[in-house]
């Protein structure tokens, strides 16, 4: 079964600081590679997402570094705040195959901001 | 707009008993996916419907099984519960399946406990 792993489980941060999460996956036949933010009591939220043609996207303090030849990405909060506390997952998203268009998703990381 | 519904928001239910989730997804949205959250697995995919057909399935007993009506809505059924199904079902919509499955809406989900 295709993986996605995800590290750290846990990240604890103060604020202005700079998180950062990564995830490494198995299959290269993947063309999208989303990153969703959830708070407790919601479902999970798109929050950026970037195609395996560019190495990098940025959308305010939120920044997405691509490897393709590592099979890495990894997810950047600049000057991290309380608010951004919450579960981090990326995922991966199937290219084609009989699982085309499925999003495999890793197994979630806790952020905690302090204040 | 209105978001993803799903229903019920909790329930409990004993060994043995079989449950029936309900999700709306947002209007003209075609795809719907189901997903399993528990701590420390992330989100586990169970299956995505498209137009009432099923186009992808995830590694589950045949006691999870789903269906897509014909407004685009979508039911998933456990049937003989075990402790091991407490958890939190999402259920997410989007516009397109395929290549064309982008961004993920997620419901605020059910939680299950089974007893």
């Known amino acids: 079964q295709q993986q996605v792993k995800q590290s750290p489980q846990s990240l604890i941060v103060q604020k202005g600081g700079i998180s950062i999460i990564n995830c490494a996956y198995e299959?290269?036949?993947?063309?999208?590679f989303p990153w969703y933010q959830q708070f407790p009591g919601k479902g999970p939220a798109l929050l950026i997402a970037?195609?395996?043609?560019?190495s990098e996207k940025k959308e305010g303090r939120f920044t997405i570094s691509f490897n393709k030849s590592a099979k890495q990405f990894s997810l950047h909060i600049m000057d991290s705040q309380p608010g951004d506390s919450a579960t981090y997952f990326c995922?991966?998203?199937?290219?084609?195959?009989?699982?085309?268009?499925?999003?495999?998703f890793g197994q979630g990381t806790i952020l905690t901001v302090h204040p | 707009k209105a978001g993803v519904t799903q229903t019920p928001r909790y329930l409990i239910k004993t060994r043995g008993q079989q449950v029936t989730l309900s999700c709306s997804p947002i209007s003209g949205h075609r795809s719907v996916s189901w997903y399993q959250q528990t701590p420390g697995q992330g989100l586990q995919f169970l299956f995505e419907y498209f137009s009432e057909t099923q186009r992808n399935k995830g590694n589950f007993p045949g006691r999870f099984s789903g269906r897509q009506f014909s407004n685009s809505r979508s039911e998933m059924n456990v049937s003989t519960l075990e402790l091991g199904d407490s958890a939190l079902y999402l259920c997410?919509?989007?516009?397109?399946?395929?290549?064309?499955?982008?961004?993920?809406?997620f419901g605020e989900g059910s939680r299950l406990t089974v007893l």
């Open positions: 970037i195609r395996p043609d560019v």
């Open positions: 997410a919509s989007s516009s397109g399946a395929g290549s064309n499955t982008g961004e993920l809406f």
């Open positions: 299959n290269t036949a993947f063309d999208y």
């Open positions: 995922a991966t998203r199937n290219a084609g195959g009989t699982s085309y268009g499925k999003l495999t």
